[in-house]
């Protein structure tokens, strides 16, 4: 139901915009955000975005990242810039909804190359 794209490679320094899409949604999503998981680590949280608009970034992102959410289309997108080798992992969008229930994306890979 979620549709993330956007990913794809890029040299240090560049940027990308990843976008997440939901399909077949009826419920209005309470958060929505992206984590990240890098080979040989843990899922890790990128940015989140409530319903009335509070955002939390990762310390590691701050100053690089935006994210922002589109509430009548149900989308949340993250334009990363002055990326970093380190920033070099498979990127998940989710939605939460009432009753605690997540909703995931597929994942799509961000490669920075140095």
Do not use: H
Not at 60 to 84: E, G, H, P, Y
Request: hydrophobic share 30%; net charge positive.
């Amino acid at each position: 139901q979620l549709q993330a794209s956007g990913g794809g490679l890029v040299q240090a320094g560049g940027s990308l915009r990843l976008s997440c899409a939901a399909s077949g949604v009826i419920f209005s999503p309470i958060g929505m955000g992206w984590y990240r998981q890098a080979p040989g680590k843990q899922r890790e949280l990128v940015a989140r975005i409530t319903s009335g608009g509070s955002i939390n970034y990762a310390d590691s992102v701050k100053d690089r990242f935006t994210i922002s959410r589109d509430n009548a289309k149900n989308t949340v997108s993250l334009q990363m810039n002055s990326l970093d080798p380190e920033d070099t992992a498979t990127y998940f969008c989710y939605m939460t909804r009432s009753g605690g229930y997540i909703y995931w994306g597929q994942g799509t890979q961000v490669t920075v190359s140095s």
